[in-house]
């Protein structure tokens, strides 16, 4: 697997235009300590080999220590992009190896999967760790073991979440080191420089050592070169701690204890500017985005293997579609219900804390499901409402973060990029979680315990995330930093988005335009064993096709806008949306040709992410910080309550009307919704 990194990180960084030269110009802090730790590891895993009786006696504290070092060399250096990352997968399996006396369990069901017979166990630190699924796994850390069959030619192996997080986190620090580039200096640029430095006092002259005589080589994203402090340590993806965004700007506020900021003589912010501008690169540059990118990946994928188990558990379990889709009420219900209610706390507490400790929780209700089901099923339900209240904190928490962590100008990329992130956990993650559901069989139990372990890697990866301060409110901050009680702070939510005329217009379109997603949810299904019943391929595969082509569209959609939305006004990009949604639609509804039915369903999918990315984006530039929980749940709650109105009523209108003609006509009324956008001037001109 860390071949793949390498190969994907080195191959993906030259095709952004950058060069492996640039790898020789990175200057890690505490170098010495990953130099050390690497020796240490594995001199101790030669020396085992060669079956030395001293070694074996000092095989934990040599691997334990090993480790340590390698942990504390990548949190100094978790400002890098990736390195965050790796931290988690170095964690995770240091955590296995102590807790196993210096080994790393292979599951024996793993193994055989992946074209591997327990015999051919060869290495001193490997060990096998039987098939059951009992109190022992756990205690062995069983679901951090290496548990994921890799049966691929070539790259046949069993790995572990680590293991994976150690690859991702490979490749995004290669990719950021070879696109990094050097900023050069004149002559002229130069000497001013070592003028001001000859001034400073002895421990800010040491800077002078970062420069060559011909360039800056600072480390750092280009976009925010002219900001950094010349006393500190470089990094790529900003200097010392402050380290929030790819393009910090000159109003970056220092941290506390930090030495001032060090201007640069002569250095032109538009000759920085024009180095790398791609709004992808300069996301994948920030070490605080890339590590929210990566666990929200992560944990997304966990997710889709959850839900695919829990459904196999109930249905396996009752053989009752209504016990199954009762599942998705429970996990419906918290968002129309409390949705208000988590984001006036969410207002109260920290954001990046809120998201860590519904992370740990959920963590911990899923690691509990598979054996409350075995007690009784019916058990299963208040568990999923548990998870799904507990999520209804963490999303407007991480909507508020955001703008925190990335500049202002690149939030539309960066609510495009969590949502191309959802888009592949659609596309790969339930394909491939399927996949490993069914090879487990009755070992299905393991399936949650790795979707509670990715929770615990999405905590991990949000610790590394470096927030600045909060920007200066804008006006119409009604709550203001005083605690006004709970009701009160709940109306001062609603009452800043009743009285923001283009959130509020937003909101109300979406009410309407967005009720045909609930006709949708509940009526496609419908639609496809109808249509195509007497398909070639089935209606169960062609209901699939369907789902995949709006997975794909949304891929897509969400890649292109993050490209070139900018260049759109955001309330025409939301109208489009809609109309173009609809329309997609109700062709979708009206055609009986299977090719393309799948073809407007990928419309459908681009379409739902020319709306869904610009309104998300214009919430939290518009939104005062104090108000971004609340106003993002009451709206949220507003529209899935539409939603979930849509679902029923759609279900019972499909008693007696033709559900193709149902679908066809929400359809049109989502495209007129969105064509009336253009009479209000609040969400034309947004």
Known sequence: MLIVGILLGLGLGLLAGGTLGNLASIRLRSAWLLASAVVIRYGTEAVLNNQVEQAEALRVPLLTTAFALLLAALWINRSYPGLSLAFVGILFNASVIAVNGGY???????????????????????????????ASFLLHLGPLADVIPVPLPYFQNVASVGDAFLTAGLAFFLFAGVVREPQELSEEQLAAIRERLAGLTPSLRRAQVLYRTSALETGLTPAIADSAALDRPFVLGGAGQRMTSPAAGAGSVAPEGAAPAVAIPGLAPEAVER????????????????????GQLISLFGDRLNQIALVSVVLISTGSPLATGL?????????????????????RWDHKETLIVSD???????????????????????????????????????????????????????????WVCEALADNLGYPLAGVFVFTLGASVPLAFWVD???????????????????????????????RLGLVREMRAGWAFLRGQRTLYANTIQAAIAQFTIGITIALVPIYAFRVFEHSDLGWQAVYGFLETGIGVGNLLGGFVIGLIGARFGKGRLVIGGYAIWGLMVALMALTGHVGLAIGFSFGQGVANMVFVIPTQTLFQELTPPSLMGRVIAIRFAIVFGSMTLAMGLGSVMAEFVDVSIIIAFFGLVTMTAGLAGLLVPAIRDA
């Open 452 to 482: 509670s372990a990715t929770y615990l890697a999405s905590a991990t990866l949000l610790s590394t995330i470096i927030v600045a301060a909060l920007r200066t409110p804008k006006q119409g901050d009604a709550a203001g930093p005083e």
């Open 275 to 294: 180095v790398r501008q791609h709004p992808y690169v300069r996301l994948a540059l920030n070490g605080s985005f890339s590590a929210l990118w990566a």
């Open 104 to 134: 790393m369990p292979i599951w024996e069901p793993s193994l055989r999967a992946a074209g591997f017979l327990p015999d051919e166990i060869s290495t001193t630190i490997h060990t096998l760790l039987p098939a059951e699924l009992d």
């Open 327 to 347: 599942v998705f009420v429970a996990a419906t219900l918290p968002n129309l219900v409390l949705s208000p209610l988590a984001g006036t706390f969410v207002d």
């Open 360 to 418: 740990i929780l959920r963590a911990a209700i899923v690691l509990l499901l598979p054996m409350v089901a075995i007690m009784n099923v019916l058990l299963v339900y208040p568990m999923v409402f548990a998870v799904t209240t507990i999520s209804i904190f963490f999303r407007p928490a991480r909507a508020a973060i955001l703008p925190q962590i990335v500049e202002e100008r690149d939030l539309l990329t960066a609510n495009s990029a969590l």
